[in-house]
């Protein structure tokens, strides 16, 4: 933990904490229909004509229902025209690959993926989608998902603000200004400076080129279809290794553990079908092209996630330097930190609007804390062994990046619904992959994602005053509103629903074939990797532990139900609050009204977030990373 790191940390806070309030006054513009921006004379002809072409009365507002029906319809349309590109991508244009039509189940899991803003990609981008793919049905998709976030945050912004009031703002025009006014001018700029870096932008077809060493690997034996080569092979489980005597082998307390065919109910060994692997010669090396800069600029703004190529930002072309590796993670946060100066703004309580903020920053800082600790650290197996390893854990790390961007990516990427990832997070430390493994199972509220973090912590916000009404005995308030059965049960429905997916789909993953089937390790990390899948896809996040292999039909279903689950699920409860709080009454304030700003209103929402929102995931993290850490410090490896 060098002091060059210590000194970046500052200033990424520092930069943060700085553009936190321009980026709050620009959002109160933009998310005004009536509101001036310096784009206008540009832009305001182009509002009007989509305004025109969509049949939209700008000026006429929505109800709660009306609003989450429009934002429903719109995702259930872009889903299936992403779909359908995807399927016919061999049929479209901009494909120079040549690259044929998407599966059904990983059409599905994509579609729903860049729909739910969660950019979960179960491939390979540069040897799956063709560039119409990629610019089409990706990058719109990185727009309007984003937006739509943003669009769902101003709404309960309205709804927390304005009383009386039956209306919480109209969809459309929302997803119409935020896309033009906000996202738009911002990517080109940025898109310009990542090109400025070393980043690529181009329609050329993959470049070949002569490897100097040709090298073997092995590839599934395909028929004269085109379909994959089976064969038999006996399931293997893990089970203790026995002595002479029958006695468990024990090492450092642990008992060894070996491979021993799995035995069906009628005893006899469980069969599956495996791929026949046959050996290939690799003479030349794709180099990929394509339009990466504008995916790019988007996918983190928007806190899309998904990458161009399956390295993500680990990749050269992807995040070239340092520099472009700061501005992507700076990226990340900027909207989500603007959102909160946004809605002290519109509440005319500027320093609850802080607050709010404060409580997020904590947050971030004790987890970046933790995770650069813990890869710092280093395994401690290699310090039992005498190995002198004074860079720490760098395992799945870029040198260029080293240990402290790494961890510090990884925890802005999940405390944003982002996903990008810039190493792996597979090859963290226990208590490294914890961190983003809890930022995402605390429903990725700090900082957040476009819109999604604000409207999450808000949720946590109503349950802090609910408890603090609760201990001085009177009905609680917020903002001058009282919050009352209604809101309560809309919070606690939304916190739940992310709870019971997340450990629904991972103990149904844990105990089946096809969830075994695609780990690549055993024990608690393996349980941590289908955790963390799971926890990705609910939180709309996108990142994963790289050791699971999530490609198959029941995988790219079920995180995909998890996705849609996650997304809209979580949202219809929070739009009806936003719906009740508009029309309730301002009440005066009085001696027992509990202050929303200032230290302990701070000090009450960590610790709701901490108690309500992380005892659900106890029992599993104890399981997985928990347990793995302890067995890690007595010489298991996992």
Known sequence: MHSIDWLQLSVFVGVLALITKPMGLYLVRVLDARGKTWLDPVLKPLERLTYWA??????????????????????????????AILRFQHLLPLNPQGFGPVSPDLAFNTAVSFVTNTNWQSYGGESTMSYLSQMVALVIHNFTSAATGIALAAALVRGIARHTAQTIGNFWVDLVRITYYLLLPICLVVAVFLVSQGMIQNFKPYTKAKLTEPYTIQVPKTDDKGQPVTTNVAVLVQAPKLDEKGQPV?????????????????GQPAMTNVPVMVDQK?????????????????KMLGTNGGGFFNANASHPFENPTPLSNFIQMLSIFTIGSGLTYYLGRMTKNQAHGWSVWSAMMLLFLGGVLLCWWAESRGNPIHQQLGVAVADGNMEGKEVRFGIFNSALFATVTTDASCGAVNSMHDSFTALGGFVPLFNMQLGEIIIGGVGAGLYGMLVFVVLAVFIAGLMVGRTPEYLGKKIQSYEVKMAMLALLVLALSILGFAAWASVSQWGLAG???????????????????????GSAFAGLNANTPWYNTTIGLAMLIGRFLM???????AGSLAQKKIVPLSAGTFPVSGFTFVLLLLGTVLLVGALNFLPCLTLGPIVEHFQTLLGKLY
């Open 54 to 83: 969509m049949g939209v009365k700008p000026d006429q507002e929505q109800g709660w229902k009306q609003y989450t029906f429009a934002m429903l319809l719109f995702s259930l349309v872009s889903c299936l025209f992403t779909y």
């Open 250 to 266: 024990m090492t450092n307390g642990v008992a060894m553990m070996v491979d021993v065919p799995k035995l069906d109910e009628k």
């Open 282 to 298: 690799v003479e030349e090396q794709a180099i990929a092209q394509g339009p990466v800069a504008s995916q790019i600029a988007i």
């Open 519 to 541: 780990l690549n390790n055993s024990g608690p990390h393996g349980l941590s990797e289908i955790l963390y899948a799971f926890s990705s896809a609910n939180g709309n996040n």
């Open 571 to 577: 949202i219809v409860p929070i739009m009806a609050m």
